[in-house]
């Protein structure tokens, strides 16, 4: 049986409770430990995938097609789970299950309650995560407790101690103590409050993360300690750092580890192994080199819609030892003003994936300036569509348009497909008229076929890959040829050679563009080869100043 660690949050959201899952799960790993991570959300929305990026940030995907929190992102950047349906349940979901048994029989008559039949329904999704080939499961429950949405969950975890025994749960509570600059001082009431909240539920935390913009003394450790009813080693300071990658570093400096290992019973484990993590650090704290790279989307903002790739062009930083510098361009803005008043000084230009028409011409204007001033591009999903598109219109000279854009474009050179092979299933998918909306969609991993002596090619150093995809619009096979004889290059594609995953230009420093989602798989550890390949060259072709 693994052991089991809740993570809660209070006080107010948005603390980390998902860096810090993920902090000790890499802590874990580093002691020898198979570790697994979940996100349980409070919310009604069945999954994340019908959510506005300006509400809940980005959508992440799995392997197997899930669209989940962007959490599970965190979750594989920082350890080796490879997550999916199972890792993340919703209010929705688990409710959906409930009301699907009540219709079906299931329940014999009973009446159907939030105690007993909602949590049993929550403690059997969190042992379907937890399998036997782990040795520990890590569960974060979202929103902060007080939340009414979260009671079914916070019950479901309290009774989770009974069922599989105290010794194998262990409860991890994230609260704030915020300094109070008048004053002059640190204030613990907040997490005095919250952890009396928690216990008026039947919840006795265990360990106490607490979020803090500087160190907290030994005085307020004891303070908090006493008043929560902690011995003062269990209150872990979570200090402001200048990289997440730093968190499971200082984590062990706060002992962590042993705590973990005493209140699990997990002894006779060797010391976590933490030099990957001190090199990853590092070379973000110390790099050798700089580039400067412009993000040119409509959800400029809100970063955390574009979460996992701006890890992953820090993850292509890393592998370059480089510090890569990050610019916003609304692609509106680009519309209204032109490109040399954003794109003049940059090293590198990226165009990331979205839906709808706002902010487009934009974007293909950004994308024309990279290929004709040859700075190092990278389109990803619909910056591959729109890079077809430039290149269709300004070389090929065809009246080109996505049908999501135009649906009566002359030239459609990127278009909903009604049907594909799922290579995943083995089954031909059909998108109907009353499809819901997650039905829509191409999602999860499928496998690519490279071209041999693509710069693709080169960077993987495979024959075949698998990427995972989130889309809906597809490249045109009916234009492949006109094209590929102007000089675009097809570089990777489906097994059976339908669908266009990757195309490229060879007289161009760097311009590859993917009909999938790289930024999903790239780690600090693992940096994904196109985002490596992407900052190598824009260090290369560097043109940015900096003081």
Known sequence: MPKYIFVTGGVVSALGKGIAASAMGALLEAKGLRVTLQKLDPYINVDPGTLSPFEHGEVYVTDDGCET???????????????????????????????????????????????????????????????????????????TVGD??????????????????????????????????????????????????????????????????????ADVKRKIALHCNLDPDAVIAAVDVETVYEVPLCFKSEGLDKLLDKKLSLDHLPEPKLSTWEEVASRIKEPKFEATIAIVGKYVGLKDAYKSLTEALIHGGIANNARVNLLWVDSEEIEAKGTENFL????????????????????????????????????????????????????????????????????????????WYNHRTGNIEERTQDSQMGGTMRLGAYPCVLRHGTRAHKAYGAEEISERHRHRYEFNNAYKDVLCENGLVVSGTSPDGELVEIVELIDHPWFVACQFHPEFKSKPIEPHPLFKGFIEASIKEKRSLFP
Do not use: W
Not at 123 to 141: F, N, Q, R
Not at 171 to 194: C, F, M, N, R
């Open 148 to 217: 009414i949405e979260s009671l079914p969950f916070l019950e479901a975890i309290r009774q989770f101690r009974y069922d599989v025994g105290r010794e194998n749960v262990l409860y991890a509570h994230l609260t704030l103590v915020p300094y109070i600059s008048a004053a002059g001082e640190l204030k613990s009431k907040p997490t005095q409050h919250s952890v009396k909240e928690l216990r008026a539920i039947g919840i006795q935390p265990d360990v106490l993360f607490c979020r803090a913009d500087r160190a907290l003394s």
């Open 344 to 419: 003049s000084e940059v090293d590198g230009i990226l165009v990331p994936g979205g839906f709808g028409t706002r902010g487009i011409e934009g974007k293909i204007a950004a994308i024309r300036y990279a290929r004709e001033k040859k700075i190092p591009y990278f389109g990803i999903c619909l910056g591959m569509q729109t890079a077809v598109i430039e290149f269709s219109r300004n070389i090929c000279k065809l009246s080109a348009n996505s049908t999501e854009f135009n649906t009566s474009a002359k030239d459609p050179v990127i278009y909903l497909m009604e049907k």
């Open 69 to 143: 929190d962007l959490d599970l992102g965190h979750y594989e950047r920082f350890t080796h789970v490879r997550t999916s349906v199972f890792n993340n349940f919703t209010t929705g979901k688990i409710y959906n299950n409930v009301i699907t048994k009540e219709r079906r029989g299931d329940y014999l008559g009973d009446t159907v309650q939030v105690v007993p039949h909602i949590t049993d329904e929550i403690k059997k999704a969190i042992k379907a995560a937890a399998t036997e080939e782990y040795d520990v499961a890590i569960v974060e429950i979202g929103g």
